[in-house]
């Protein structure tokens, strides 16, 4: 049985939550690695004693392996199957038309924010979903909403593997309202059945070039995003 919390609205220490998130999910690279230490001292800051424990569970995890075998284990868990994608209009969309209409949706959705995605990642990637929600959280609240089928399969397959990294996903789904039914079913009839199969890409959209995107960019190996990650992310006002 996966674990779940009831929840309302976002709690006040949820940006800062989503701040944490979005570096552990990142691909553990030196700069992402350096961050560790910085996240286990402002964990305190984090209010509730479950989700606290989930996370410092990972922060442990990351420094007990040596970079190599960091790497190793995020690869295996995100990089060789579709079914732990951490790109989450994937799960509802699959390789259809429709998945180009959300990304492109989920640009805008950042633009109005006044935040302006970066152009080597596909702006469904969950960290990058994760960073944009800890510095706007009503309109990053709102995206996690409309992307929720993809974190609740993600967080499933997730526990399947038994990778410490479900741990962050029961924190993100945990601060998230409960589902109803009809959302619930809808979910296991995705995880039954797959996502759409029509194989078709972005090209209804223009080329890369033209609409800033590049299809199932491997997760954790993009450009610096422009938001405020690494060493920095703690001492922001809005990771506080």
């Given at each position: 049985?996966?674990?779940?919390?009831?929840?309302?609205?976002?709690?006040?220490?949820?940006p800062?939550?989503?701040?944490?998130?979005?570096?552990?999910?990142?691909?553990?690279?030196?700069?992402?690695?350096?961050?560790v230490?910085?996240?286990?001292?402002?964990?305190?800051?984090?209010?509730?004693?479950?989700?606290?424990?989930?996370?410092a569970?990972?922060?442990?995890?990351?420094?007990?392996?040596r970079?190599?075998?960091?790497?190793?284990r995020?690869?295996?868990?995100?990089?060789?199957?579709?079914?732990?994608?951490?790109?989450?209009?994937?799960?509802?969309?699959?390789?259809?038309?429709?998945?180009?209409m959300?990304?492109?949706?989920?640009?805008?959705?950042?633009?109005?924010?006044?935040?302006?995605?970066?152009?080597a990642?596909?702006?469904?990637?969950?960290?990058?979903?994760?960073?944009?929600?800890?510095?706007?959280?009503?309109?990053?609240?709102?995206?996690?909403?409309?992307?929720r089928?993809?974190?609740?399969?993600?967080r499933?397959?997730?526990?399947?593997?038994?990778?410490?990294?479900?741990?962050?996903l029961?924190?993100?789904?945990?601060?998230?309202?409960?589902?109803a039914?009809?959302?619930?079913?809808?979910?296991?009839?995705?995880?039954a059945e797959?996502?759409?199969?029509?194989?078709?890409?972005?090209?209804?959209?223009?080329p890369?070039e033209?609409?800033?995107?590049?299809?199932?960019?491997?997760?954790?190996?993009a450009?610096?995003?422009?938001?405020?990650?690494?060493?920095?992310?703690?001492?922001?006002?809005?990771?506080?």
């Amino acid at each position: 049985m996966i674990p779940r919390r009831r929840a309302r609205r976002p709690a006040a220490d949820t940006p800062l939550v989503h701040r944490i998130a979005s570096v552990l999910l990142r691909y553990p690279d030196e700069k992402t690695l350096a961050c560790v230490d910085d996240i286990t001292t402002a964990l305190p800051a984090v209010a509730d004693p479950v989700d606290r424990t989930r996370l410092a569970t990972v922060c442990d995890r990351l420094l007990e392996l040596r970079p190599t075998q960091a790497a190793q284990r995020y690869v295996d868990t995100f990089d060789h199957t579709r079914r732990r994608s951490l790109h989450l209009t994937y799960y509802r969309h699959g390789d259809t038309r429709a998945r180009g209409m959300a990304l492109l949706a989920l640009k805008h959705a950042y633009r109005q924010a006044g935040h302006e995605p970066p152009e080597a990642e596909l702006p469904d990637f969950l960290p990058l979903i994760l960073e944009f929600a800890a510095l706007a959280p009503e309109p990053g609240h709102r995206i996690l909403l409309q992307c929720r089928a993809g974190l609740e399969l993600l967080r499933q397959a997730l526990h399947e593997h038994s990778t410490p990294y479900a741990a962050v996903l029961d924190t993100l789904c945990g601060r998230l309202p409960e589902p109803a039914r009809r959302e619930r079913d809808a979910w296991r009839r995705l995880a039954a059945e797959g996502p759409p199969g029509e194989h078709v890409g972005l090209e209804p959209f223009g080329p890369p070039e033209q609409t800033g995107l590049e299809p199932f960019a491997p997760p954790g190996h993009a450009a610096t995003s422009p938001y405020p990650t690494h060493r920095a992310f703690l001492s922001t006002e809005e990771g506080r």
